[in-house]
């Protein structure tokens, strides 16, 4: 008896098939598959003579598929679905077996302490790894309950008192104006905001901060605010000369190395904030250790 080998076509044949199947022209077709026009034509050549089968029929600049193509088509579209969803379910698969921390990241988004928590968490696992989750300041608990983040980075309140948490550093409010600014001072009073455009997260004071602990007690609120969510933003905007700024002085590091903000203390005294690291009150024992690494890492970083 005479055995014969079966001219399956490949994955990539049936993907012709479908985009073409869509856009019903070739060169069309060959754009969504990133191919040549001429590589698109070489696989219908090929998969015609695996098959033995005529799979397209031409109409004026028109490409249909034949009888027999439709048939592959349909199993095509049944299988494409199949694979796609098997691969993602691989990746998840991948991604729940190795340990990973997700950090919510709220409005100080300034991540010069990232290549050092990442070599943190790898020297405690290899295989570990770190994701960052990005919400707004008033999300971050939310962020903990639904499961969406594992931790977070935030000033040390009292709201947060019911979660896991652990002291990271002291650090100091700086004010920070634009790299040419002509008061080159050490220090700023409240009144030396007057005729700046002021830009800070929120337009409304937030108890404990620099409107209570240093706006208030100089006589001055800035009135003309200008909100924006991000720290990163926040000191591109006075770089750019666009207005002036508080912010942490460890949000920061890079950007004062660079020149590109001036930065002063505040005046009469200086402003500090205690920062931590809060949690969900029962990690297991692997993202534990990560936590560990993590706070080691940002307060050596911060140092």
Known sequence: MKCFHMPYLDRRHYQLLIAVSRRRQLTRAAEDLGLTQPAASHQ??????????????????????????????????????????????????????????RIALGNYDNVNWLPAAVKAVENVNPDARIELVRCSNLELRNALASGNADCFIAPQDTSFDDLDGAPLFEDELLAIFPPDAQDRRETASAADFEGWKYIAFQEHPTPGFEYERFFQRGGFIPGDVFRVETSTGIIRLVAAGMGASIMPSWSMTTERAAGLVSPRRLAPEPVYIKWGLYANMKPDGAKRGLLGAIISALRLVTS
Do not use: C, H
């Open 44 to 101: 219908i050549r090929e998969a015609e003579r695996r098959l033995g089968v005529t799979l397209f029929k031409r109409t004026g600049r028109w490409m249909d598929l034949t009888p027999a193509a439709e048939r592959l088509q349909m199993a095509g579209l049944y299988a494409e679905d199949t694979l796609r969803k098997a691969e993602l379910d691989a990746i998840e698969i991948d991604r729940n077996s190795r340990p990973t921390l």
